[in-house]
C-alpha cells in the first residue's frame, strides 16, 4: 500500500507517493487547476486507480506563528472533500511551514532553470510533505 502526499494549491497542486514499502517519496507531478477542485479529484482518481493508495497526506500551511492562514481554510475545505469522496482510506495532513523555502533551496542547488522552477516547485514540496509525514509515522 502506498501513501499520496499532496501539496495543495489555489492555481497548483503538487503530488508524490511511496513506495510500496512506504519508505522513500517520489514525486509525481504539478496539477494546474486554477482553483478547480474537480480537476484535481479526478487526477486523484488516476492515481488511486494506478496505485494501491491506503492514505493521503497533505500539507496544512500554518502561518509561522502557528495561527490558521486563508490557505490553511481553503485546504481544510478540500480536506473535507477528500474525507466524503474517499471514506475508506485515511486522510491526514501535516504541518508543511517551510517545505516551499526547502524545495526552492533544492532547485537553487541543482541549478534548475527559473523559467521550470514554477512547474515543480510544487512536486517537490510534496515530496518534502510525504518525507516528513514518513519520519513522523516510523517514530
Known amino acids: 500500500m502506498r501513501i499520496l ?15 510500496e514499502l512506504g519508505i522513500t517519496a517520489q514525486g509525481l507531478e504539478t496539477v494546474k487547476s486554477d482553483g478547480n477542485d474537480r480537476i484535481l479529484l479526478k487526477k486523484i482518481d488516476e492515481f488511486m486507480e494506478k496505485y494501491q493508495i491506503d492514505t493521503i497526506v497533505l500539507g496544512m500551511p500554518y502561518h509561522m506563528n502557528g495561527d490558521v492562514s486563508i490557505r490553511a481554510e481553503l485546504t481544510e475545505k478540500f480536506i473535507h472533500k477528500l474525507k466524503c469522496k474517499y471514506n475508506k482510506i485515511k486522510i491526514d495532513f501535516i504541518d508543511e511551514r517551510l517545505t516551499t523555502v526547502q524545495a526552492n533551496r533544492t532547485m537553487h542547488f541543482l541549478n534548475i532553470n527559473k523559467n521550470k522552477k514554477k512547474d515543480i516547485v ?10 516528513s509525514y514518513l519520519k513522523i509515522k516510523s517514530k
Not at 5 to 19: M, N, P, Q, S
Not at 122 to 131: F, G, Q, R
Open 5 to 19: 502526499g499532496i501539496d495543495y494549491g489555489e492555481v497548483r497542486t503538487g503530488f508524490a507517493i511511496t513506495d
Open 122 to 131: 510544487d512536486t517537490i514540496s510534496a515530496v518534502y510533505i510525504l518525507e
